[in-house]
């Protein structure tokens, strides 16, 4: 279906924020790009944006190769089957971001599931809508594929080659492994910056004043769009649920624990077991956290850092940087940490190991304070 | 105490980051510092350092002022009372991280409450012992003093001169909210991330690479060094349980509502109590996120951003913040996401939105590709 001598034909349903976005991309690069929306106001601005022509093509037009769906998770089952049975030829992917529930409903609906592909494009945004979309929302982000059995491979390349054509990464999974694994690095994560930020409500002022930067990185997603969570969560209710429950076992055997030292007295000899248990969860947690991919999924790459002070003063910051700059060396990660109740940051500056020794020297002779 | 002519005289009790880290501040601000540790090579060291005279005073010496107890936690009650047995009108600090069960053991073992002031320096380093000691590692940091009741006036206003002496700013709470506030603010945040990066290591290679920057915040602290982490959950055991049992509460109020949508179907009408429950949750974090403060401890400044896309190669990210620089734009803040799969990564800086509106101009004017 990519062989004719003509662009590749691709329909959108839904110009929100993923939808327009893609029409953009697409169109970027040579796809014929036609749109459709519940919302003609929101059809037309994003024809007016450059996402893709209107008005969308008739009823069997067989000349459509793709339909991409990019409607509300709730509707994208019915709105696929809908459109399998307009475009009789045309292939049809989704985007919505939990996958099994969404196969499992095209196939009761008597969808063809040899010309559906899922898909889950893992970018966004803090704003939703046309008005937010972009051309290069996917650039090197990764955009999960979900074939089944059944999927025809011819279906599943043509997926690909737009997907890609968007600037995306393509990663091909089955549907309960990419639901598992979104419950596992995104969902949970999620619902932990939650309940661990619930807490500060209960806090003085001069407790919630004792926050470093360790509870600031993990309570960082906490301020997430709560309406948004809850479609999510809800959407991949059994995965989240499967991995909630073996995160509760986990801390109802570190509170076991806990109280057993309570009761026993930390300082004594006594509850070694206990000990092993809260020991045994940190060592879990260091592996665990061991196979987070580094930069390009490579493993992670050790580097040398170094604590700078800077002055909060306007361009201070600035100043530090073109100092890094200057010295030759290339920044690889950066930690800001604010100082409580002093006029000025630490910044951890984190180079090659193998250029760590010169930048000390270069940043210490333009005059930083440095812990090395 | 202070009113002698003659310089404060303060004795440290265990050489190791802490007690030789102070003994370098204090003596670079004028104080009399000795010092002892059970190892004679560690205190030999710590001296050769410029952390303190040896040997200490000896027992009875009324000249002695302050004495500060850096031990291992589960000596430290023991020591404070030896030490104010031996010196009869110093007034005792300590610098472990839990406050409540060392002052019950000071009051138990027959210690002096009145000389006796308990002490937290939020300040560590990833490296132990006087070897990796430093003047300056309390600059900018929180030390919280934890007086009782029967605590002298003046034995307070002792020990908050010499913390701040060490250049950093003093917070004072009771011991029991002390313990609660760090339960909250720093080893519930610790247990989240290890139990969240747990899960990781069930994952397969493909599903790992979906980690995205979401749960690298949430378990960057899941790194943290085990066996130091098990002492300091063991110490602190009542207040962590008593903060984990309200979470693990949340969690299952959480996993019951998941369940009933897995049973009655996410996308049906049924379930509204279920939505009801996940939303609350995620609404209480919204709240709970918002208290912690920003920088210097005030209300979050809404920052500007934009996301700039920087090429993996050397000197592109520092050449991004010398035109950062050249700008005349102040930083307040970075985040960096290294894009999966793709030879760049993702740049998010933060100004103030005064600035932003040039900040693109300037960047986009250098060649920069920016999101806005």
Do not use: C
């Not at 999960?144 to 599943?156: H, K, N, R």
């Not at 619930?198 to 470093?212: F, K, N």
């Not at 004594?268 to 999924?297: S, T």
């Amino acid at each position: 279906m990519t062989t004719h001598d003509r662009p590749t034909r691709v329909h959108i349903i839904g110009s929100g924020l993923i939808g327009a976005s893609a029409g953009m991309a697409l169109r970027a690069k040579g796809f014929a790009v036609s749109l459709e929306d519940m919302s003609p106001t929101s059809a037309a601005l994003a024809r007016d944006l450059g996402a893709g022509d209107l008005p969308g093509p008739p009823d069997a037009d067989a000349s459509i190769d793709l339909v991409v769906v990019a409607t509300p998770p709730d509707v994208t089952a019915d709105v696929v089957v809908a459109a399998q049975r307009r475009f009789p030829v045309a292939v049809v992917t989704d985007v919505a971001s939990v996958k099994r529930i969404i196969v499992d409903e095209v196939a009761e609906r008597g969808g063809d599931l040899a010309r559906f592909v899922g898909g889950h494009p893992m970018a966004g945004r803090e704003r939703s809508g046309a008005i937010s979309a972009r051309a290069d929302l996917f650039t090197g982000r990764t955009w999960v594929l979900t074939p089944t059995d059944e999927t025809a491979p011819e279906a599943l390349t043509l997926v690909r080659s737009a997907a890609e054509a968007t600037g995306a990464a393509v990663v091909v999974l089955g549907a309960g492994e990419h639901d598992e694994a979104v419950a596992a690095v995104s969902h949970l994560p999620q619902i932990a910056a939650t309940v661990v930020a619930s807490r500060l409500e209960e806090l003085s002022d001069t407790a919630v004043e004792l926050a470093g930067q360790g509870v600031r990185d993990v309570t960082r997603i906490a301020a997430s769009d709560a309406g948004l969570w809850t479609q999510i969560l809800v959407g991949n209710a059994p995965a989240v649920r499967a991995v909630l429950d073996d995160v509760i076992a986990d801390l109802q055997d570190l509170s076991g624990a806990l109280a057993a030292i309570a009761r026993d007295g930390s300082h004594d000899l006594g509850a070694p077991g206990a000990r092993a248990v809260i020991a045994a969860q940190l060592v879990a947690g260091n592996a665990g956290h061991a196979r987070i991919p580094g930069k390009h999924g490579q493993a992670p790459t050790a580097y040398g850092s170094v604590i700078v002070l800077v002055p909060d003063e306007p361009g201070q910051l600035g100043r530090l940087f073109n100092d890094v700059g200057d010295a030759g060396v290339n920044l690889e990660d950066l930690r800001l940490d604010h100082a409580h109740g002093r006029p000025f940051g630490l910044a951890e500056v984190f180079v090659l190991p193998s250029v760590l020794g010169h930048l000390v020297e270069s940043l210490t002779e333009r005059g930083w304070r440095l812990h090395v």
